[in-house]
């Protein structure tokens, strides 16, 4: 990658790579026709770029579909071992409930693995931040359940609600 120095902020800044720019002008292609019934492949991808983009060229593939979908304001969506497609504004609504499920998930299944931990041979600090990570966890969890998720959606009107009123929503212990 070519870097060069931003003087403003002193960054670094990257170009893309060429293959990755390759990849952009079809991903763009894609996103600019807004056909949503259309699969670039994998294969096509690869042979675009000169590398494998479900191997080494994952990479590549990742940054265009992320410089994409920020500069055209679209999603795309995988298709399993097909290839990359646009999504329709209706199933674009899923990719929260989709993170909500996953986080929900990795919660509890993290909090199981901290039941493990050997909290008598902590120290007074590791204690007190053990505890912090799983009140935060526990948290995470319950807000991220169908229940908790249908209370929020009742009380939202037009925007998300603010950090404050979502936690009014629920009881305190």
């Known amino acids: 990658m070519d870097a060069e120095i931003h003087e403003v902020s002193k960054r670094v800044r990257f170009s893309s790579s060429y293959e990755t720019q390759l990849l952009i002008k079809r991903l763009q292609e894609l996103a600019d026709s807004k056909d949503t019934e259309v699969i670039v492949t994998y294969k096509e991808l690869s042979s675009i770029c000169g590398r494998n983009v479900q191997g080494s060229g994952r990479g590549l593939l990742a940054t ?12 795309f969506d995988p298709v399993t071992n097909v290839g990359i497609r646009l999504m329709k504004p209706k199933e674009q609504v899923g990719i929260g409930q989709r993170a909500l499920t996953q986080i929900r998930n990795k919660s509890k299944r993290t909090l199981v693995r901290m039941g493990r931990v050997e909290y ?5 600090d590791d204690k007190r931040l053990h505890n912090a990570q799983a ?4 948290a995470t969890a319950m807000f991220s359940s169908t229940a ?3 209370e929020i959606e009742s009380k939202v009107v037009d925007r998300p609600l603010q950090i404050g009123q979502t936690l009014d929503m629920f009881p305190k212990a």
């Not at 265009?64 to 999603?75: D, F, H, I, T």
């Open 64 to 75: 265009a579909r992320k410089k994409v979908e920020e500069g055209s304001n679209c999603l």
């Open 120 to 124: 008598s041979e902590l120290s007074a």
């Open 135 to 138: 009140s935060a966890l526990g």
């Open 148 to 150: 908790a998720l249908k």
